[in-house]
């Protein structure tokens, strides 16, 4: 079995929206792909101007939400 997560975060006026999706296979040609976690958090936009910052942000905020 393998997991492969895709995540999203985008700036939404005062807020920064980040979402998660985790989708699993038992691994074989053949297995279909699921998704087995679907997660969106909302966190406070402070108008960070470092992309490095603003990403961190917004990965903190997302693994304090989970």
Avoid: F, K
């Avoid at 792909?33 to 990403?55: A, C, F, M, N």
């Amino acid at each position: 079995m393998w997991y492969v997560t895709t995540i999203n975060a985008y700036d939404a006026l005062d807020r920064v929206v980040v979402a998660a999706v985790v989708r699993a296979t038992a691994g074989g040609v053949d297995d279909p792909i699921v998704d087995v976690l679907q997660h969106v958090s909302t966190i406070p936009g402070v108008g960070e101007d470092d992309p490095r910052e603003w990403l961190r942000d917004a990965l903190v905020g997302l693994l304090e939400r989970l």
